[in-house]
T-cell receptor, first 113, second 115 residues
Framework: QQQVKQSPQSLIVQKGGISIINCAYE??????FPWYQQFPGKGPALLIA?????SEKKEGRFTISFNKSAKQFSLHIMDSQPGDSATYFC????????????FGKGTSLLVTP | NAGVMQNPRHLVRRRGQEARLRCSPM?????VYWYRQLPEEGLKFMVY????????ESGMPKERFSAEFPKEGPSILRIQQVVRGDSAAYFC?????????????FGPGTRLTVL
């Protein structure tokens, strides 16, 4: 079964706007939550990651918000740019699984000029 | 430092043939993960290997699929007697150490098409 649920499936945002992608998980053993960015024809690349001992992590225009009690985490892209247009995957893992990543189904983001 | 290399990038096989996908991890990385991406789906974990050892193959189909990571050479994902449902993008990722939260670096993938 899908261990990480991601929404929305697709997202259109105007340049300069905020893109928000949400993920939820059930397995309380998960303790590492990365976000990957994938361009067509390429492999996923790590964008930003968080551990549950913090509620927020920011790197440039990208912010992860983490709610441990709700078992939810989200990616915020501030000042979205056309170059951000890609597919974004959230993931979750733990040492118990050898750090094999459990991915959400992905969100296709289109940032319009 | 070259990234994770996968070859071939595209592979076409007829039903019943064998497919061999190769993955060379980044230099210094001894942990390899294989994932499969079906159309409109996220990546699904298949197998986790260290040199000469399969650590976790819980995501591998029970039949026709096998993986190895020999002491020398690339990691190989082998699919015997391919069927149309095997058509997908197969990605490998490598990591230097699995005991901590190290980034998994992904290769560009092999896109398998089964005719």
């Amino acid at each position: 079964q899908q261990q990480v649920k991601q929404s929305p499936q697709s997202l259109i945002v105007q340049k300069g706007g905020i893109s928000i992608i949400n993920c939820a998980y059930e397995n309380t053993a998960f303790d590492y939550f990365p976000w990957y960015q994938q361009f067509p024809g390429k492999g996923p690349a790590l964008l930003i990651a968080i551990r549950p001992d913090v509620s927020e992590k920011k790197e440039g225009r990208f912010t992860i918000s983490f709610n441990k009690s709700a078992k939810q985490f989200s990616l915020h892209i501030m000042d979205s740019q056309p170059g951000d247009s890609a597919t974004y995957f959230c993931a979750a893992t733990s040492g118990n699984s050898g750090y094999a990543l459990n991915f959400g189904k992905g969100t296709s983001l289109l940032v319009t000029p | 430092n070259a990234g994770v290399m996968q070859n071939p990038r595209h592979l076409v096989r007829r039903r019943g043939q064998e497919a061999r996908l190769r993955c060379s991890p980044m230099k210094g990385h001894s942990h390899v993960y294989w994932y499969r991406q079906l159309p409109e789906e996220g990546l699904k974990f298949m197998v986790y290997l260290q040199k000469e050892n399969i650590i976790d193959e819980s995501g591998m189909p029970k039949e026709r699929f096998s993986a190895e990571f020999p002491k020398e050479g690339p990691s190989i994902l082998r699919i015997q007697q391919v069927v149309r449902g095997d058509s997908a993008a197969y990605f490998c990722a490598s990591s230097p150490l699995a005991e901590t939260y190290n980034e998994q670096f992904f290769g560009p993938g092999t896109r398998l098409t089964v005719l």
